[in-house]
């Protein structure tokens, strides 16, 4: 029997920006760090070239859509590929679903985990609402570099008792995080590893004890899916809405969820759960709950809970996509969501 593989994939930035910090010259030498993180349970594997894409933001971004969507169907259609995932996120990928045939996942014999986040918002759904497809919004490792920079920027007391600035402590730390998320990962991909992210409500009335299922990411690429072919993948009936995003102006933001409200999406959720809004050190969640009473006069005891470690921060936790949660909330407006071993 074949060995299992876990398949990297880089469908939106590139990868070489990355490698310096990490300490390797190549995507063959990113793989062969991976792989000696996971052990030989798995078989890591990579097309690298496409790690090694050229990005000009003026022509098109990247010019290997075609490669970039085969690559992803030919890891979705492989039932020895136990898991995707995505070393970064970035831009250029959303256009490329529709060169996918997503069909292959029904005639997988084996299940597919998938992590990625922000760009990869549509695949994570996608992927997620099919039997076999487990998809996981959880950060491309490659963000490490920002999100770590970010964590010693807000929290200035990490460097005064080692002198470091924040670039030099992202260094400091990067590797053991780095392997920390491939074991994390190993550990989601056997089915052995629980889930429980810790949220606040910000209004509305709950139980103190329900189920919930969550659709979503990122607010910006989300907004995309409605409308499209894609659109059941993520539809808010009966089910939670998350919602994240980063360094954009709140208009913005109010624009993106305008198309969710114009969509009748806030009107059939059962609640929000919106995770990590900033504009550099600045938090801006206070200012998305504002924008939603506007946007959903009609229900304006409408759940919404925030949760600080989901979206484009660090540490991030990994949120299951169309599984459902067991959720308690304490009367002192505590909520916790935990998945039993996915």
């Known amino acids: 029997m074949a060995i299992p593989r876990i398949h ?15 300490g390797v010259n190549s995507g063959d030498q990113l793989v062969a760090r991976i792989q000696e993180t996971v052990g030989a349970t798995y078989r890591v594997t990579a097309r690298t070239e496409l790690f090694d894409a050229r990005e000009d933001a003026l022509r098109g971004g990247r010019t290997d859509d075609v490669q970039r969507a085969i690559d992803i169907q030919n890891a979705m259609e492989d039932s020895s590929v136990a898991a995707i995932v995505t070393l970064r996120g970035g831009a250029w990928c959303t256009r490329i679903l529709p060169r996918i045939d997503f069909s292959v996942m029904d005639q997988r014999t084996l299940p597919v985990a998938f992590f990625g986040f922000s760009e990869l918002t549509p695949l994570a759904n996608i992927i997620g609402a099919h039997d076999l497809g487990i998809g996981y919004y959880d950060m491309g490792p490659v963000f490490l570099g920002y999100g770590l920079r970010h964590y010693a920027e807000k929290n200035p007391n990490v460097l005064a008792r080692r002198e470091m600035n924040p670039k ?16 994390r990962t190993v550990g989601s991909i056997r089915a052995q590893r629980p889930i429980e992210i810790q949220a606040k409500r910000l209004q509305g009335d709950l139980p103190d004890a329900f189920g919930a299922t969550f659709v979503g990411g990122n607010l910006t690429v989300l907004s995309t899916m409605v409308g499209s072919r894609y659109e059941s993948s993520i539809d808010p009936e009966g089910r939670w809405i998350v919602l994240e995003d980063y360094n954009d102006k709140p208009e913005r933001f109010d624009r993106f969820l305008s198309h969710f409200t114009l969509a009748g999406y806030f009107d059939r959720c059962r609640g929000v759960l919106l995770g990590d809004f900033h504009f550099g050190e600045r938090n801006l969640v206070d200012a998305i709950v504002t924008m939603l009473r506007y946007h959903v006069p009609d229900r304006p005891n409408m759940p919404i809970l925030y949760a600080p470690t989901v979206g484009h921060t660090w540490p991030m936790d990994s949120l299951p996509i169309h599984r459902e949660a067991s959720v308690v909330h ?13």
């Open 8 to 22: 990297l994939i880089a469908p939106a930035g590139p990868c070489t920006s990355f490698y310096g910090a990490i």
């Open 168 to 183: 030099d402590w992202m260094r400091s730390q990067l590797d053991d995080c780095f392997r920390e998320f491939f074991r």
């Open 330 to 342: 304490s009367p002192d407006g505590n909520v916790v969501l935990r998945w039993g071993a996915t």
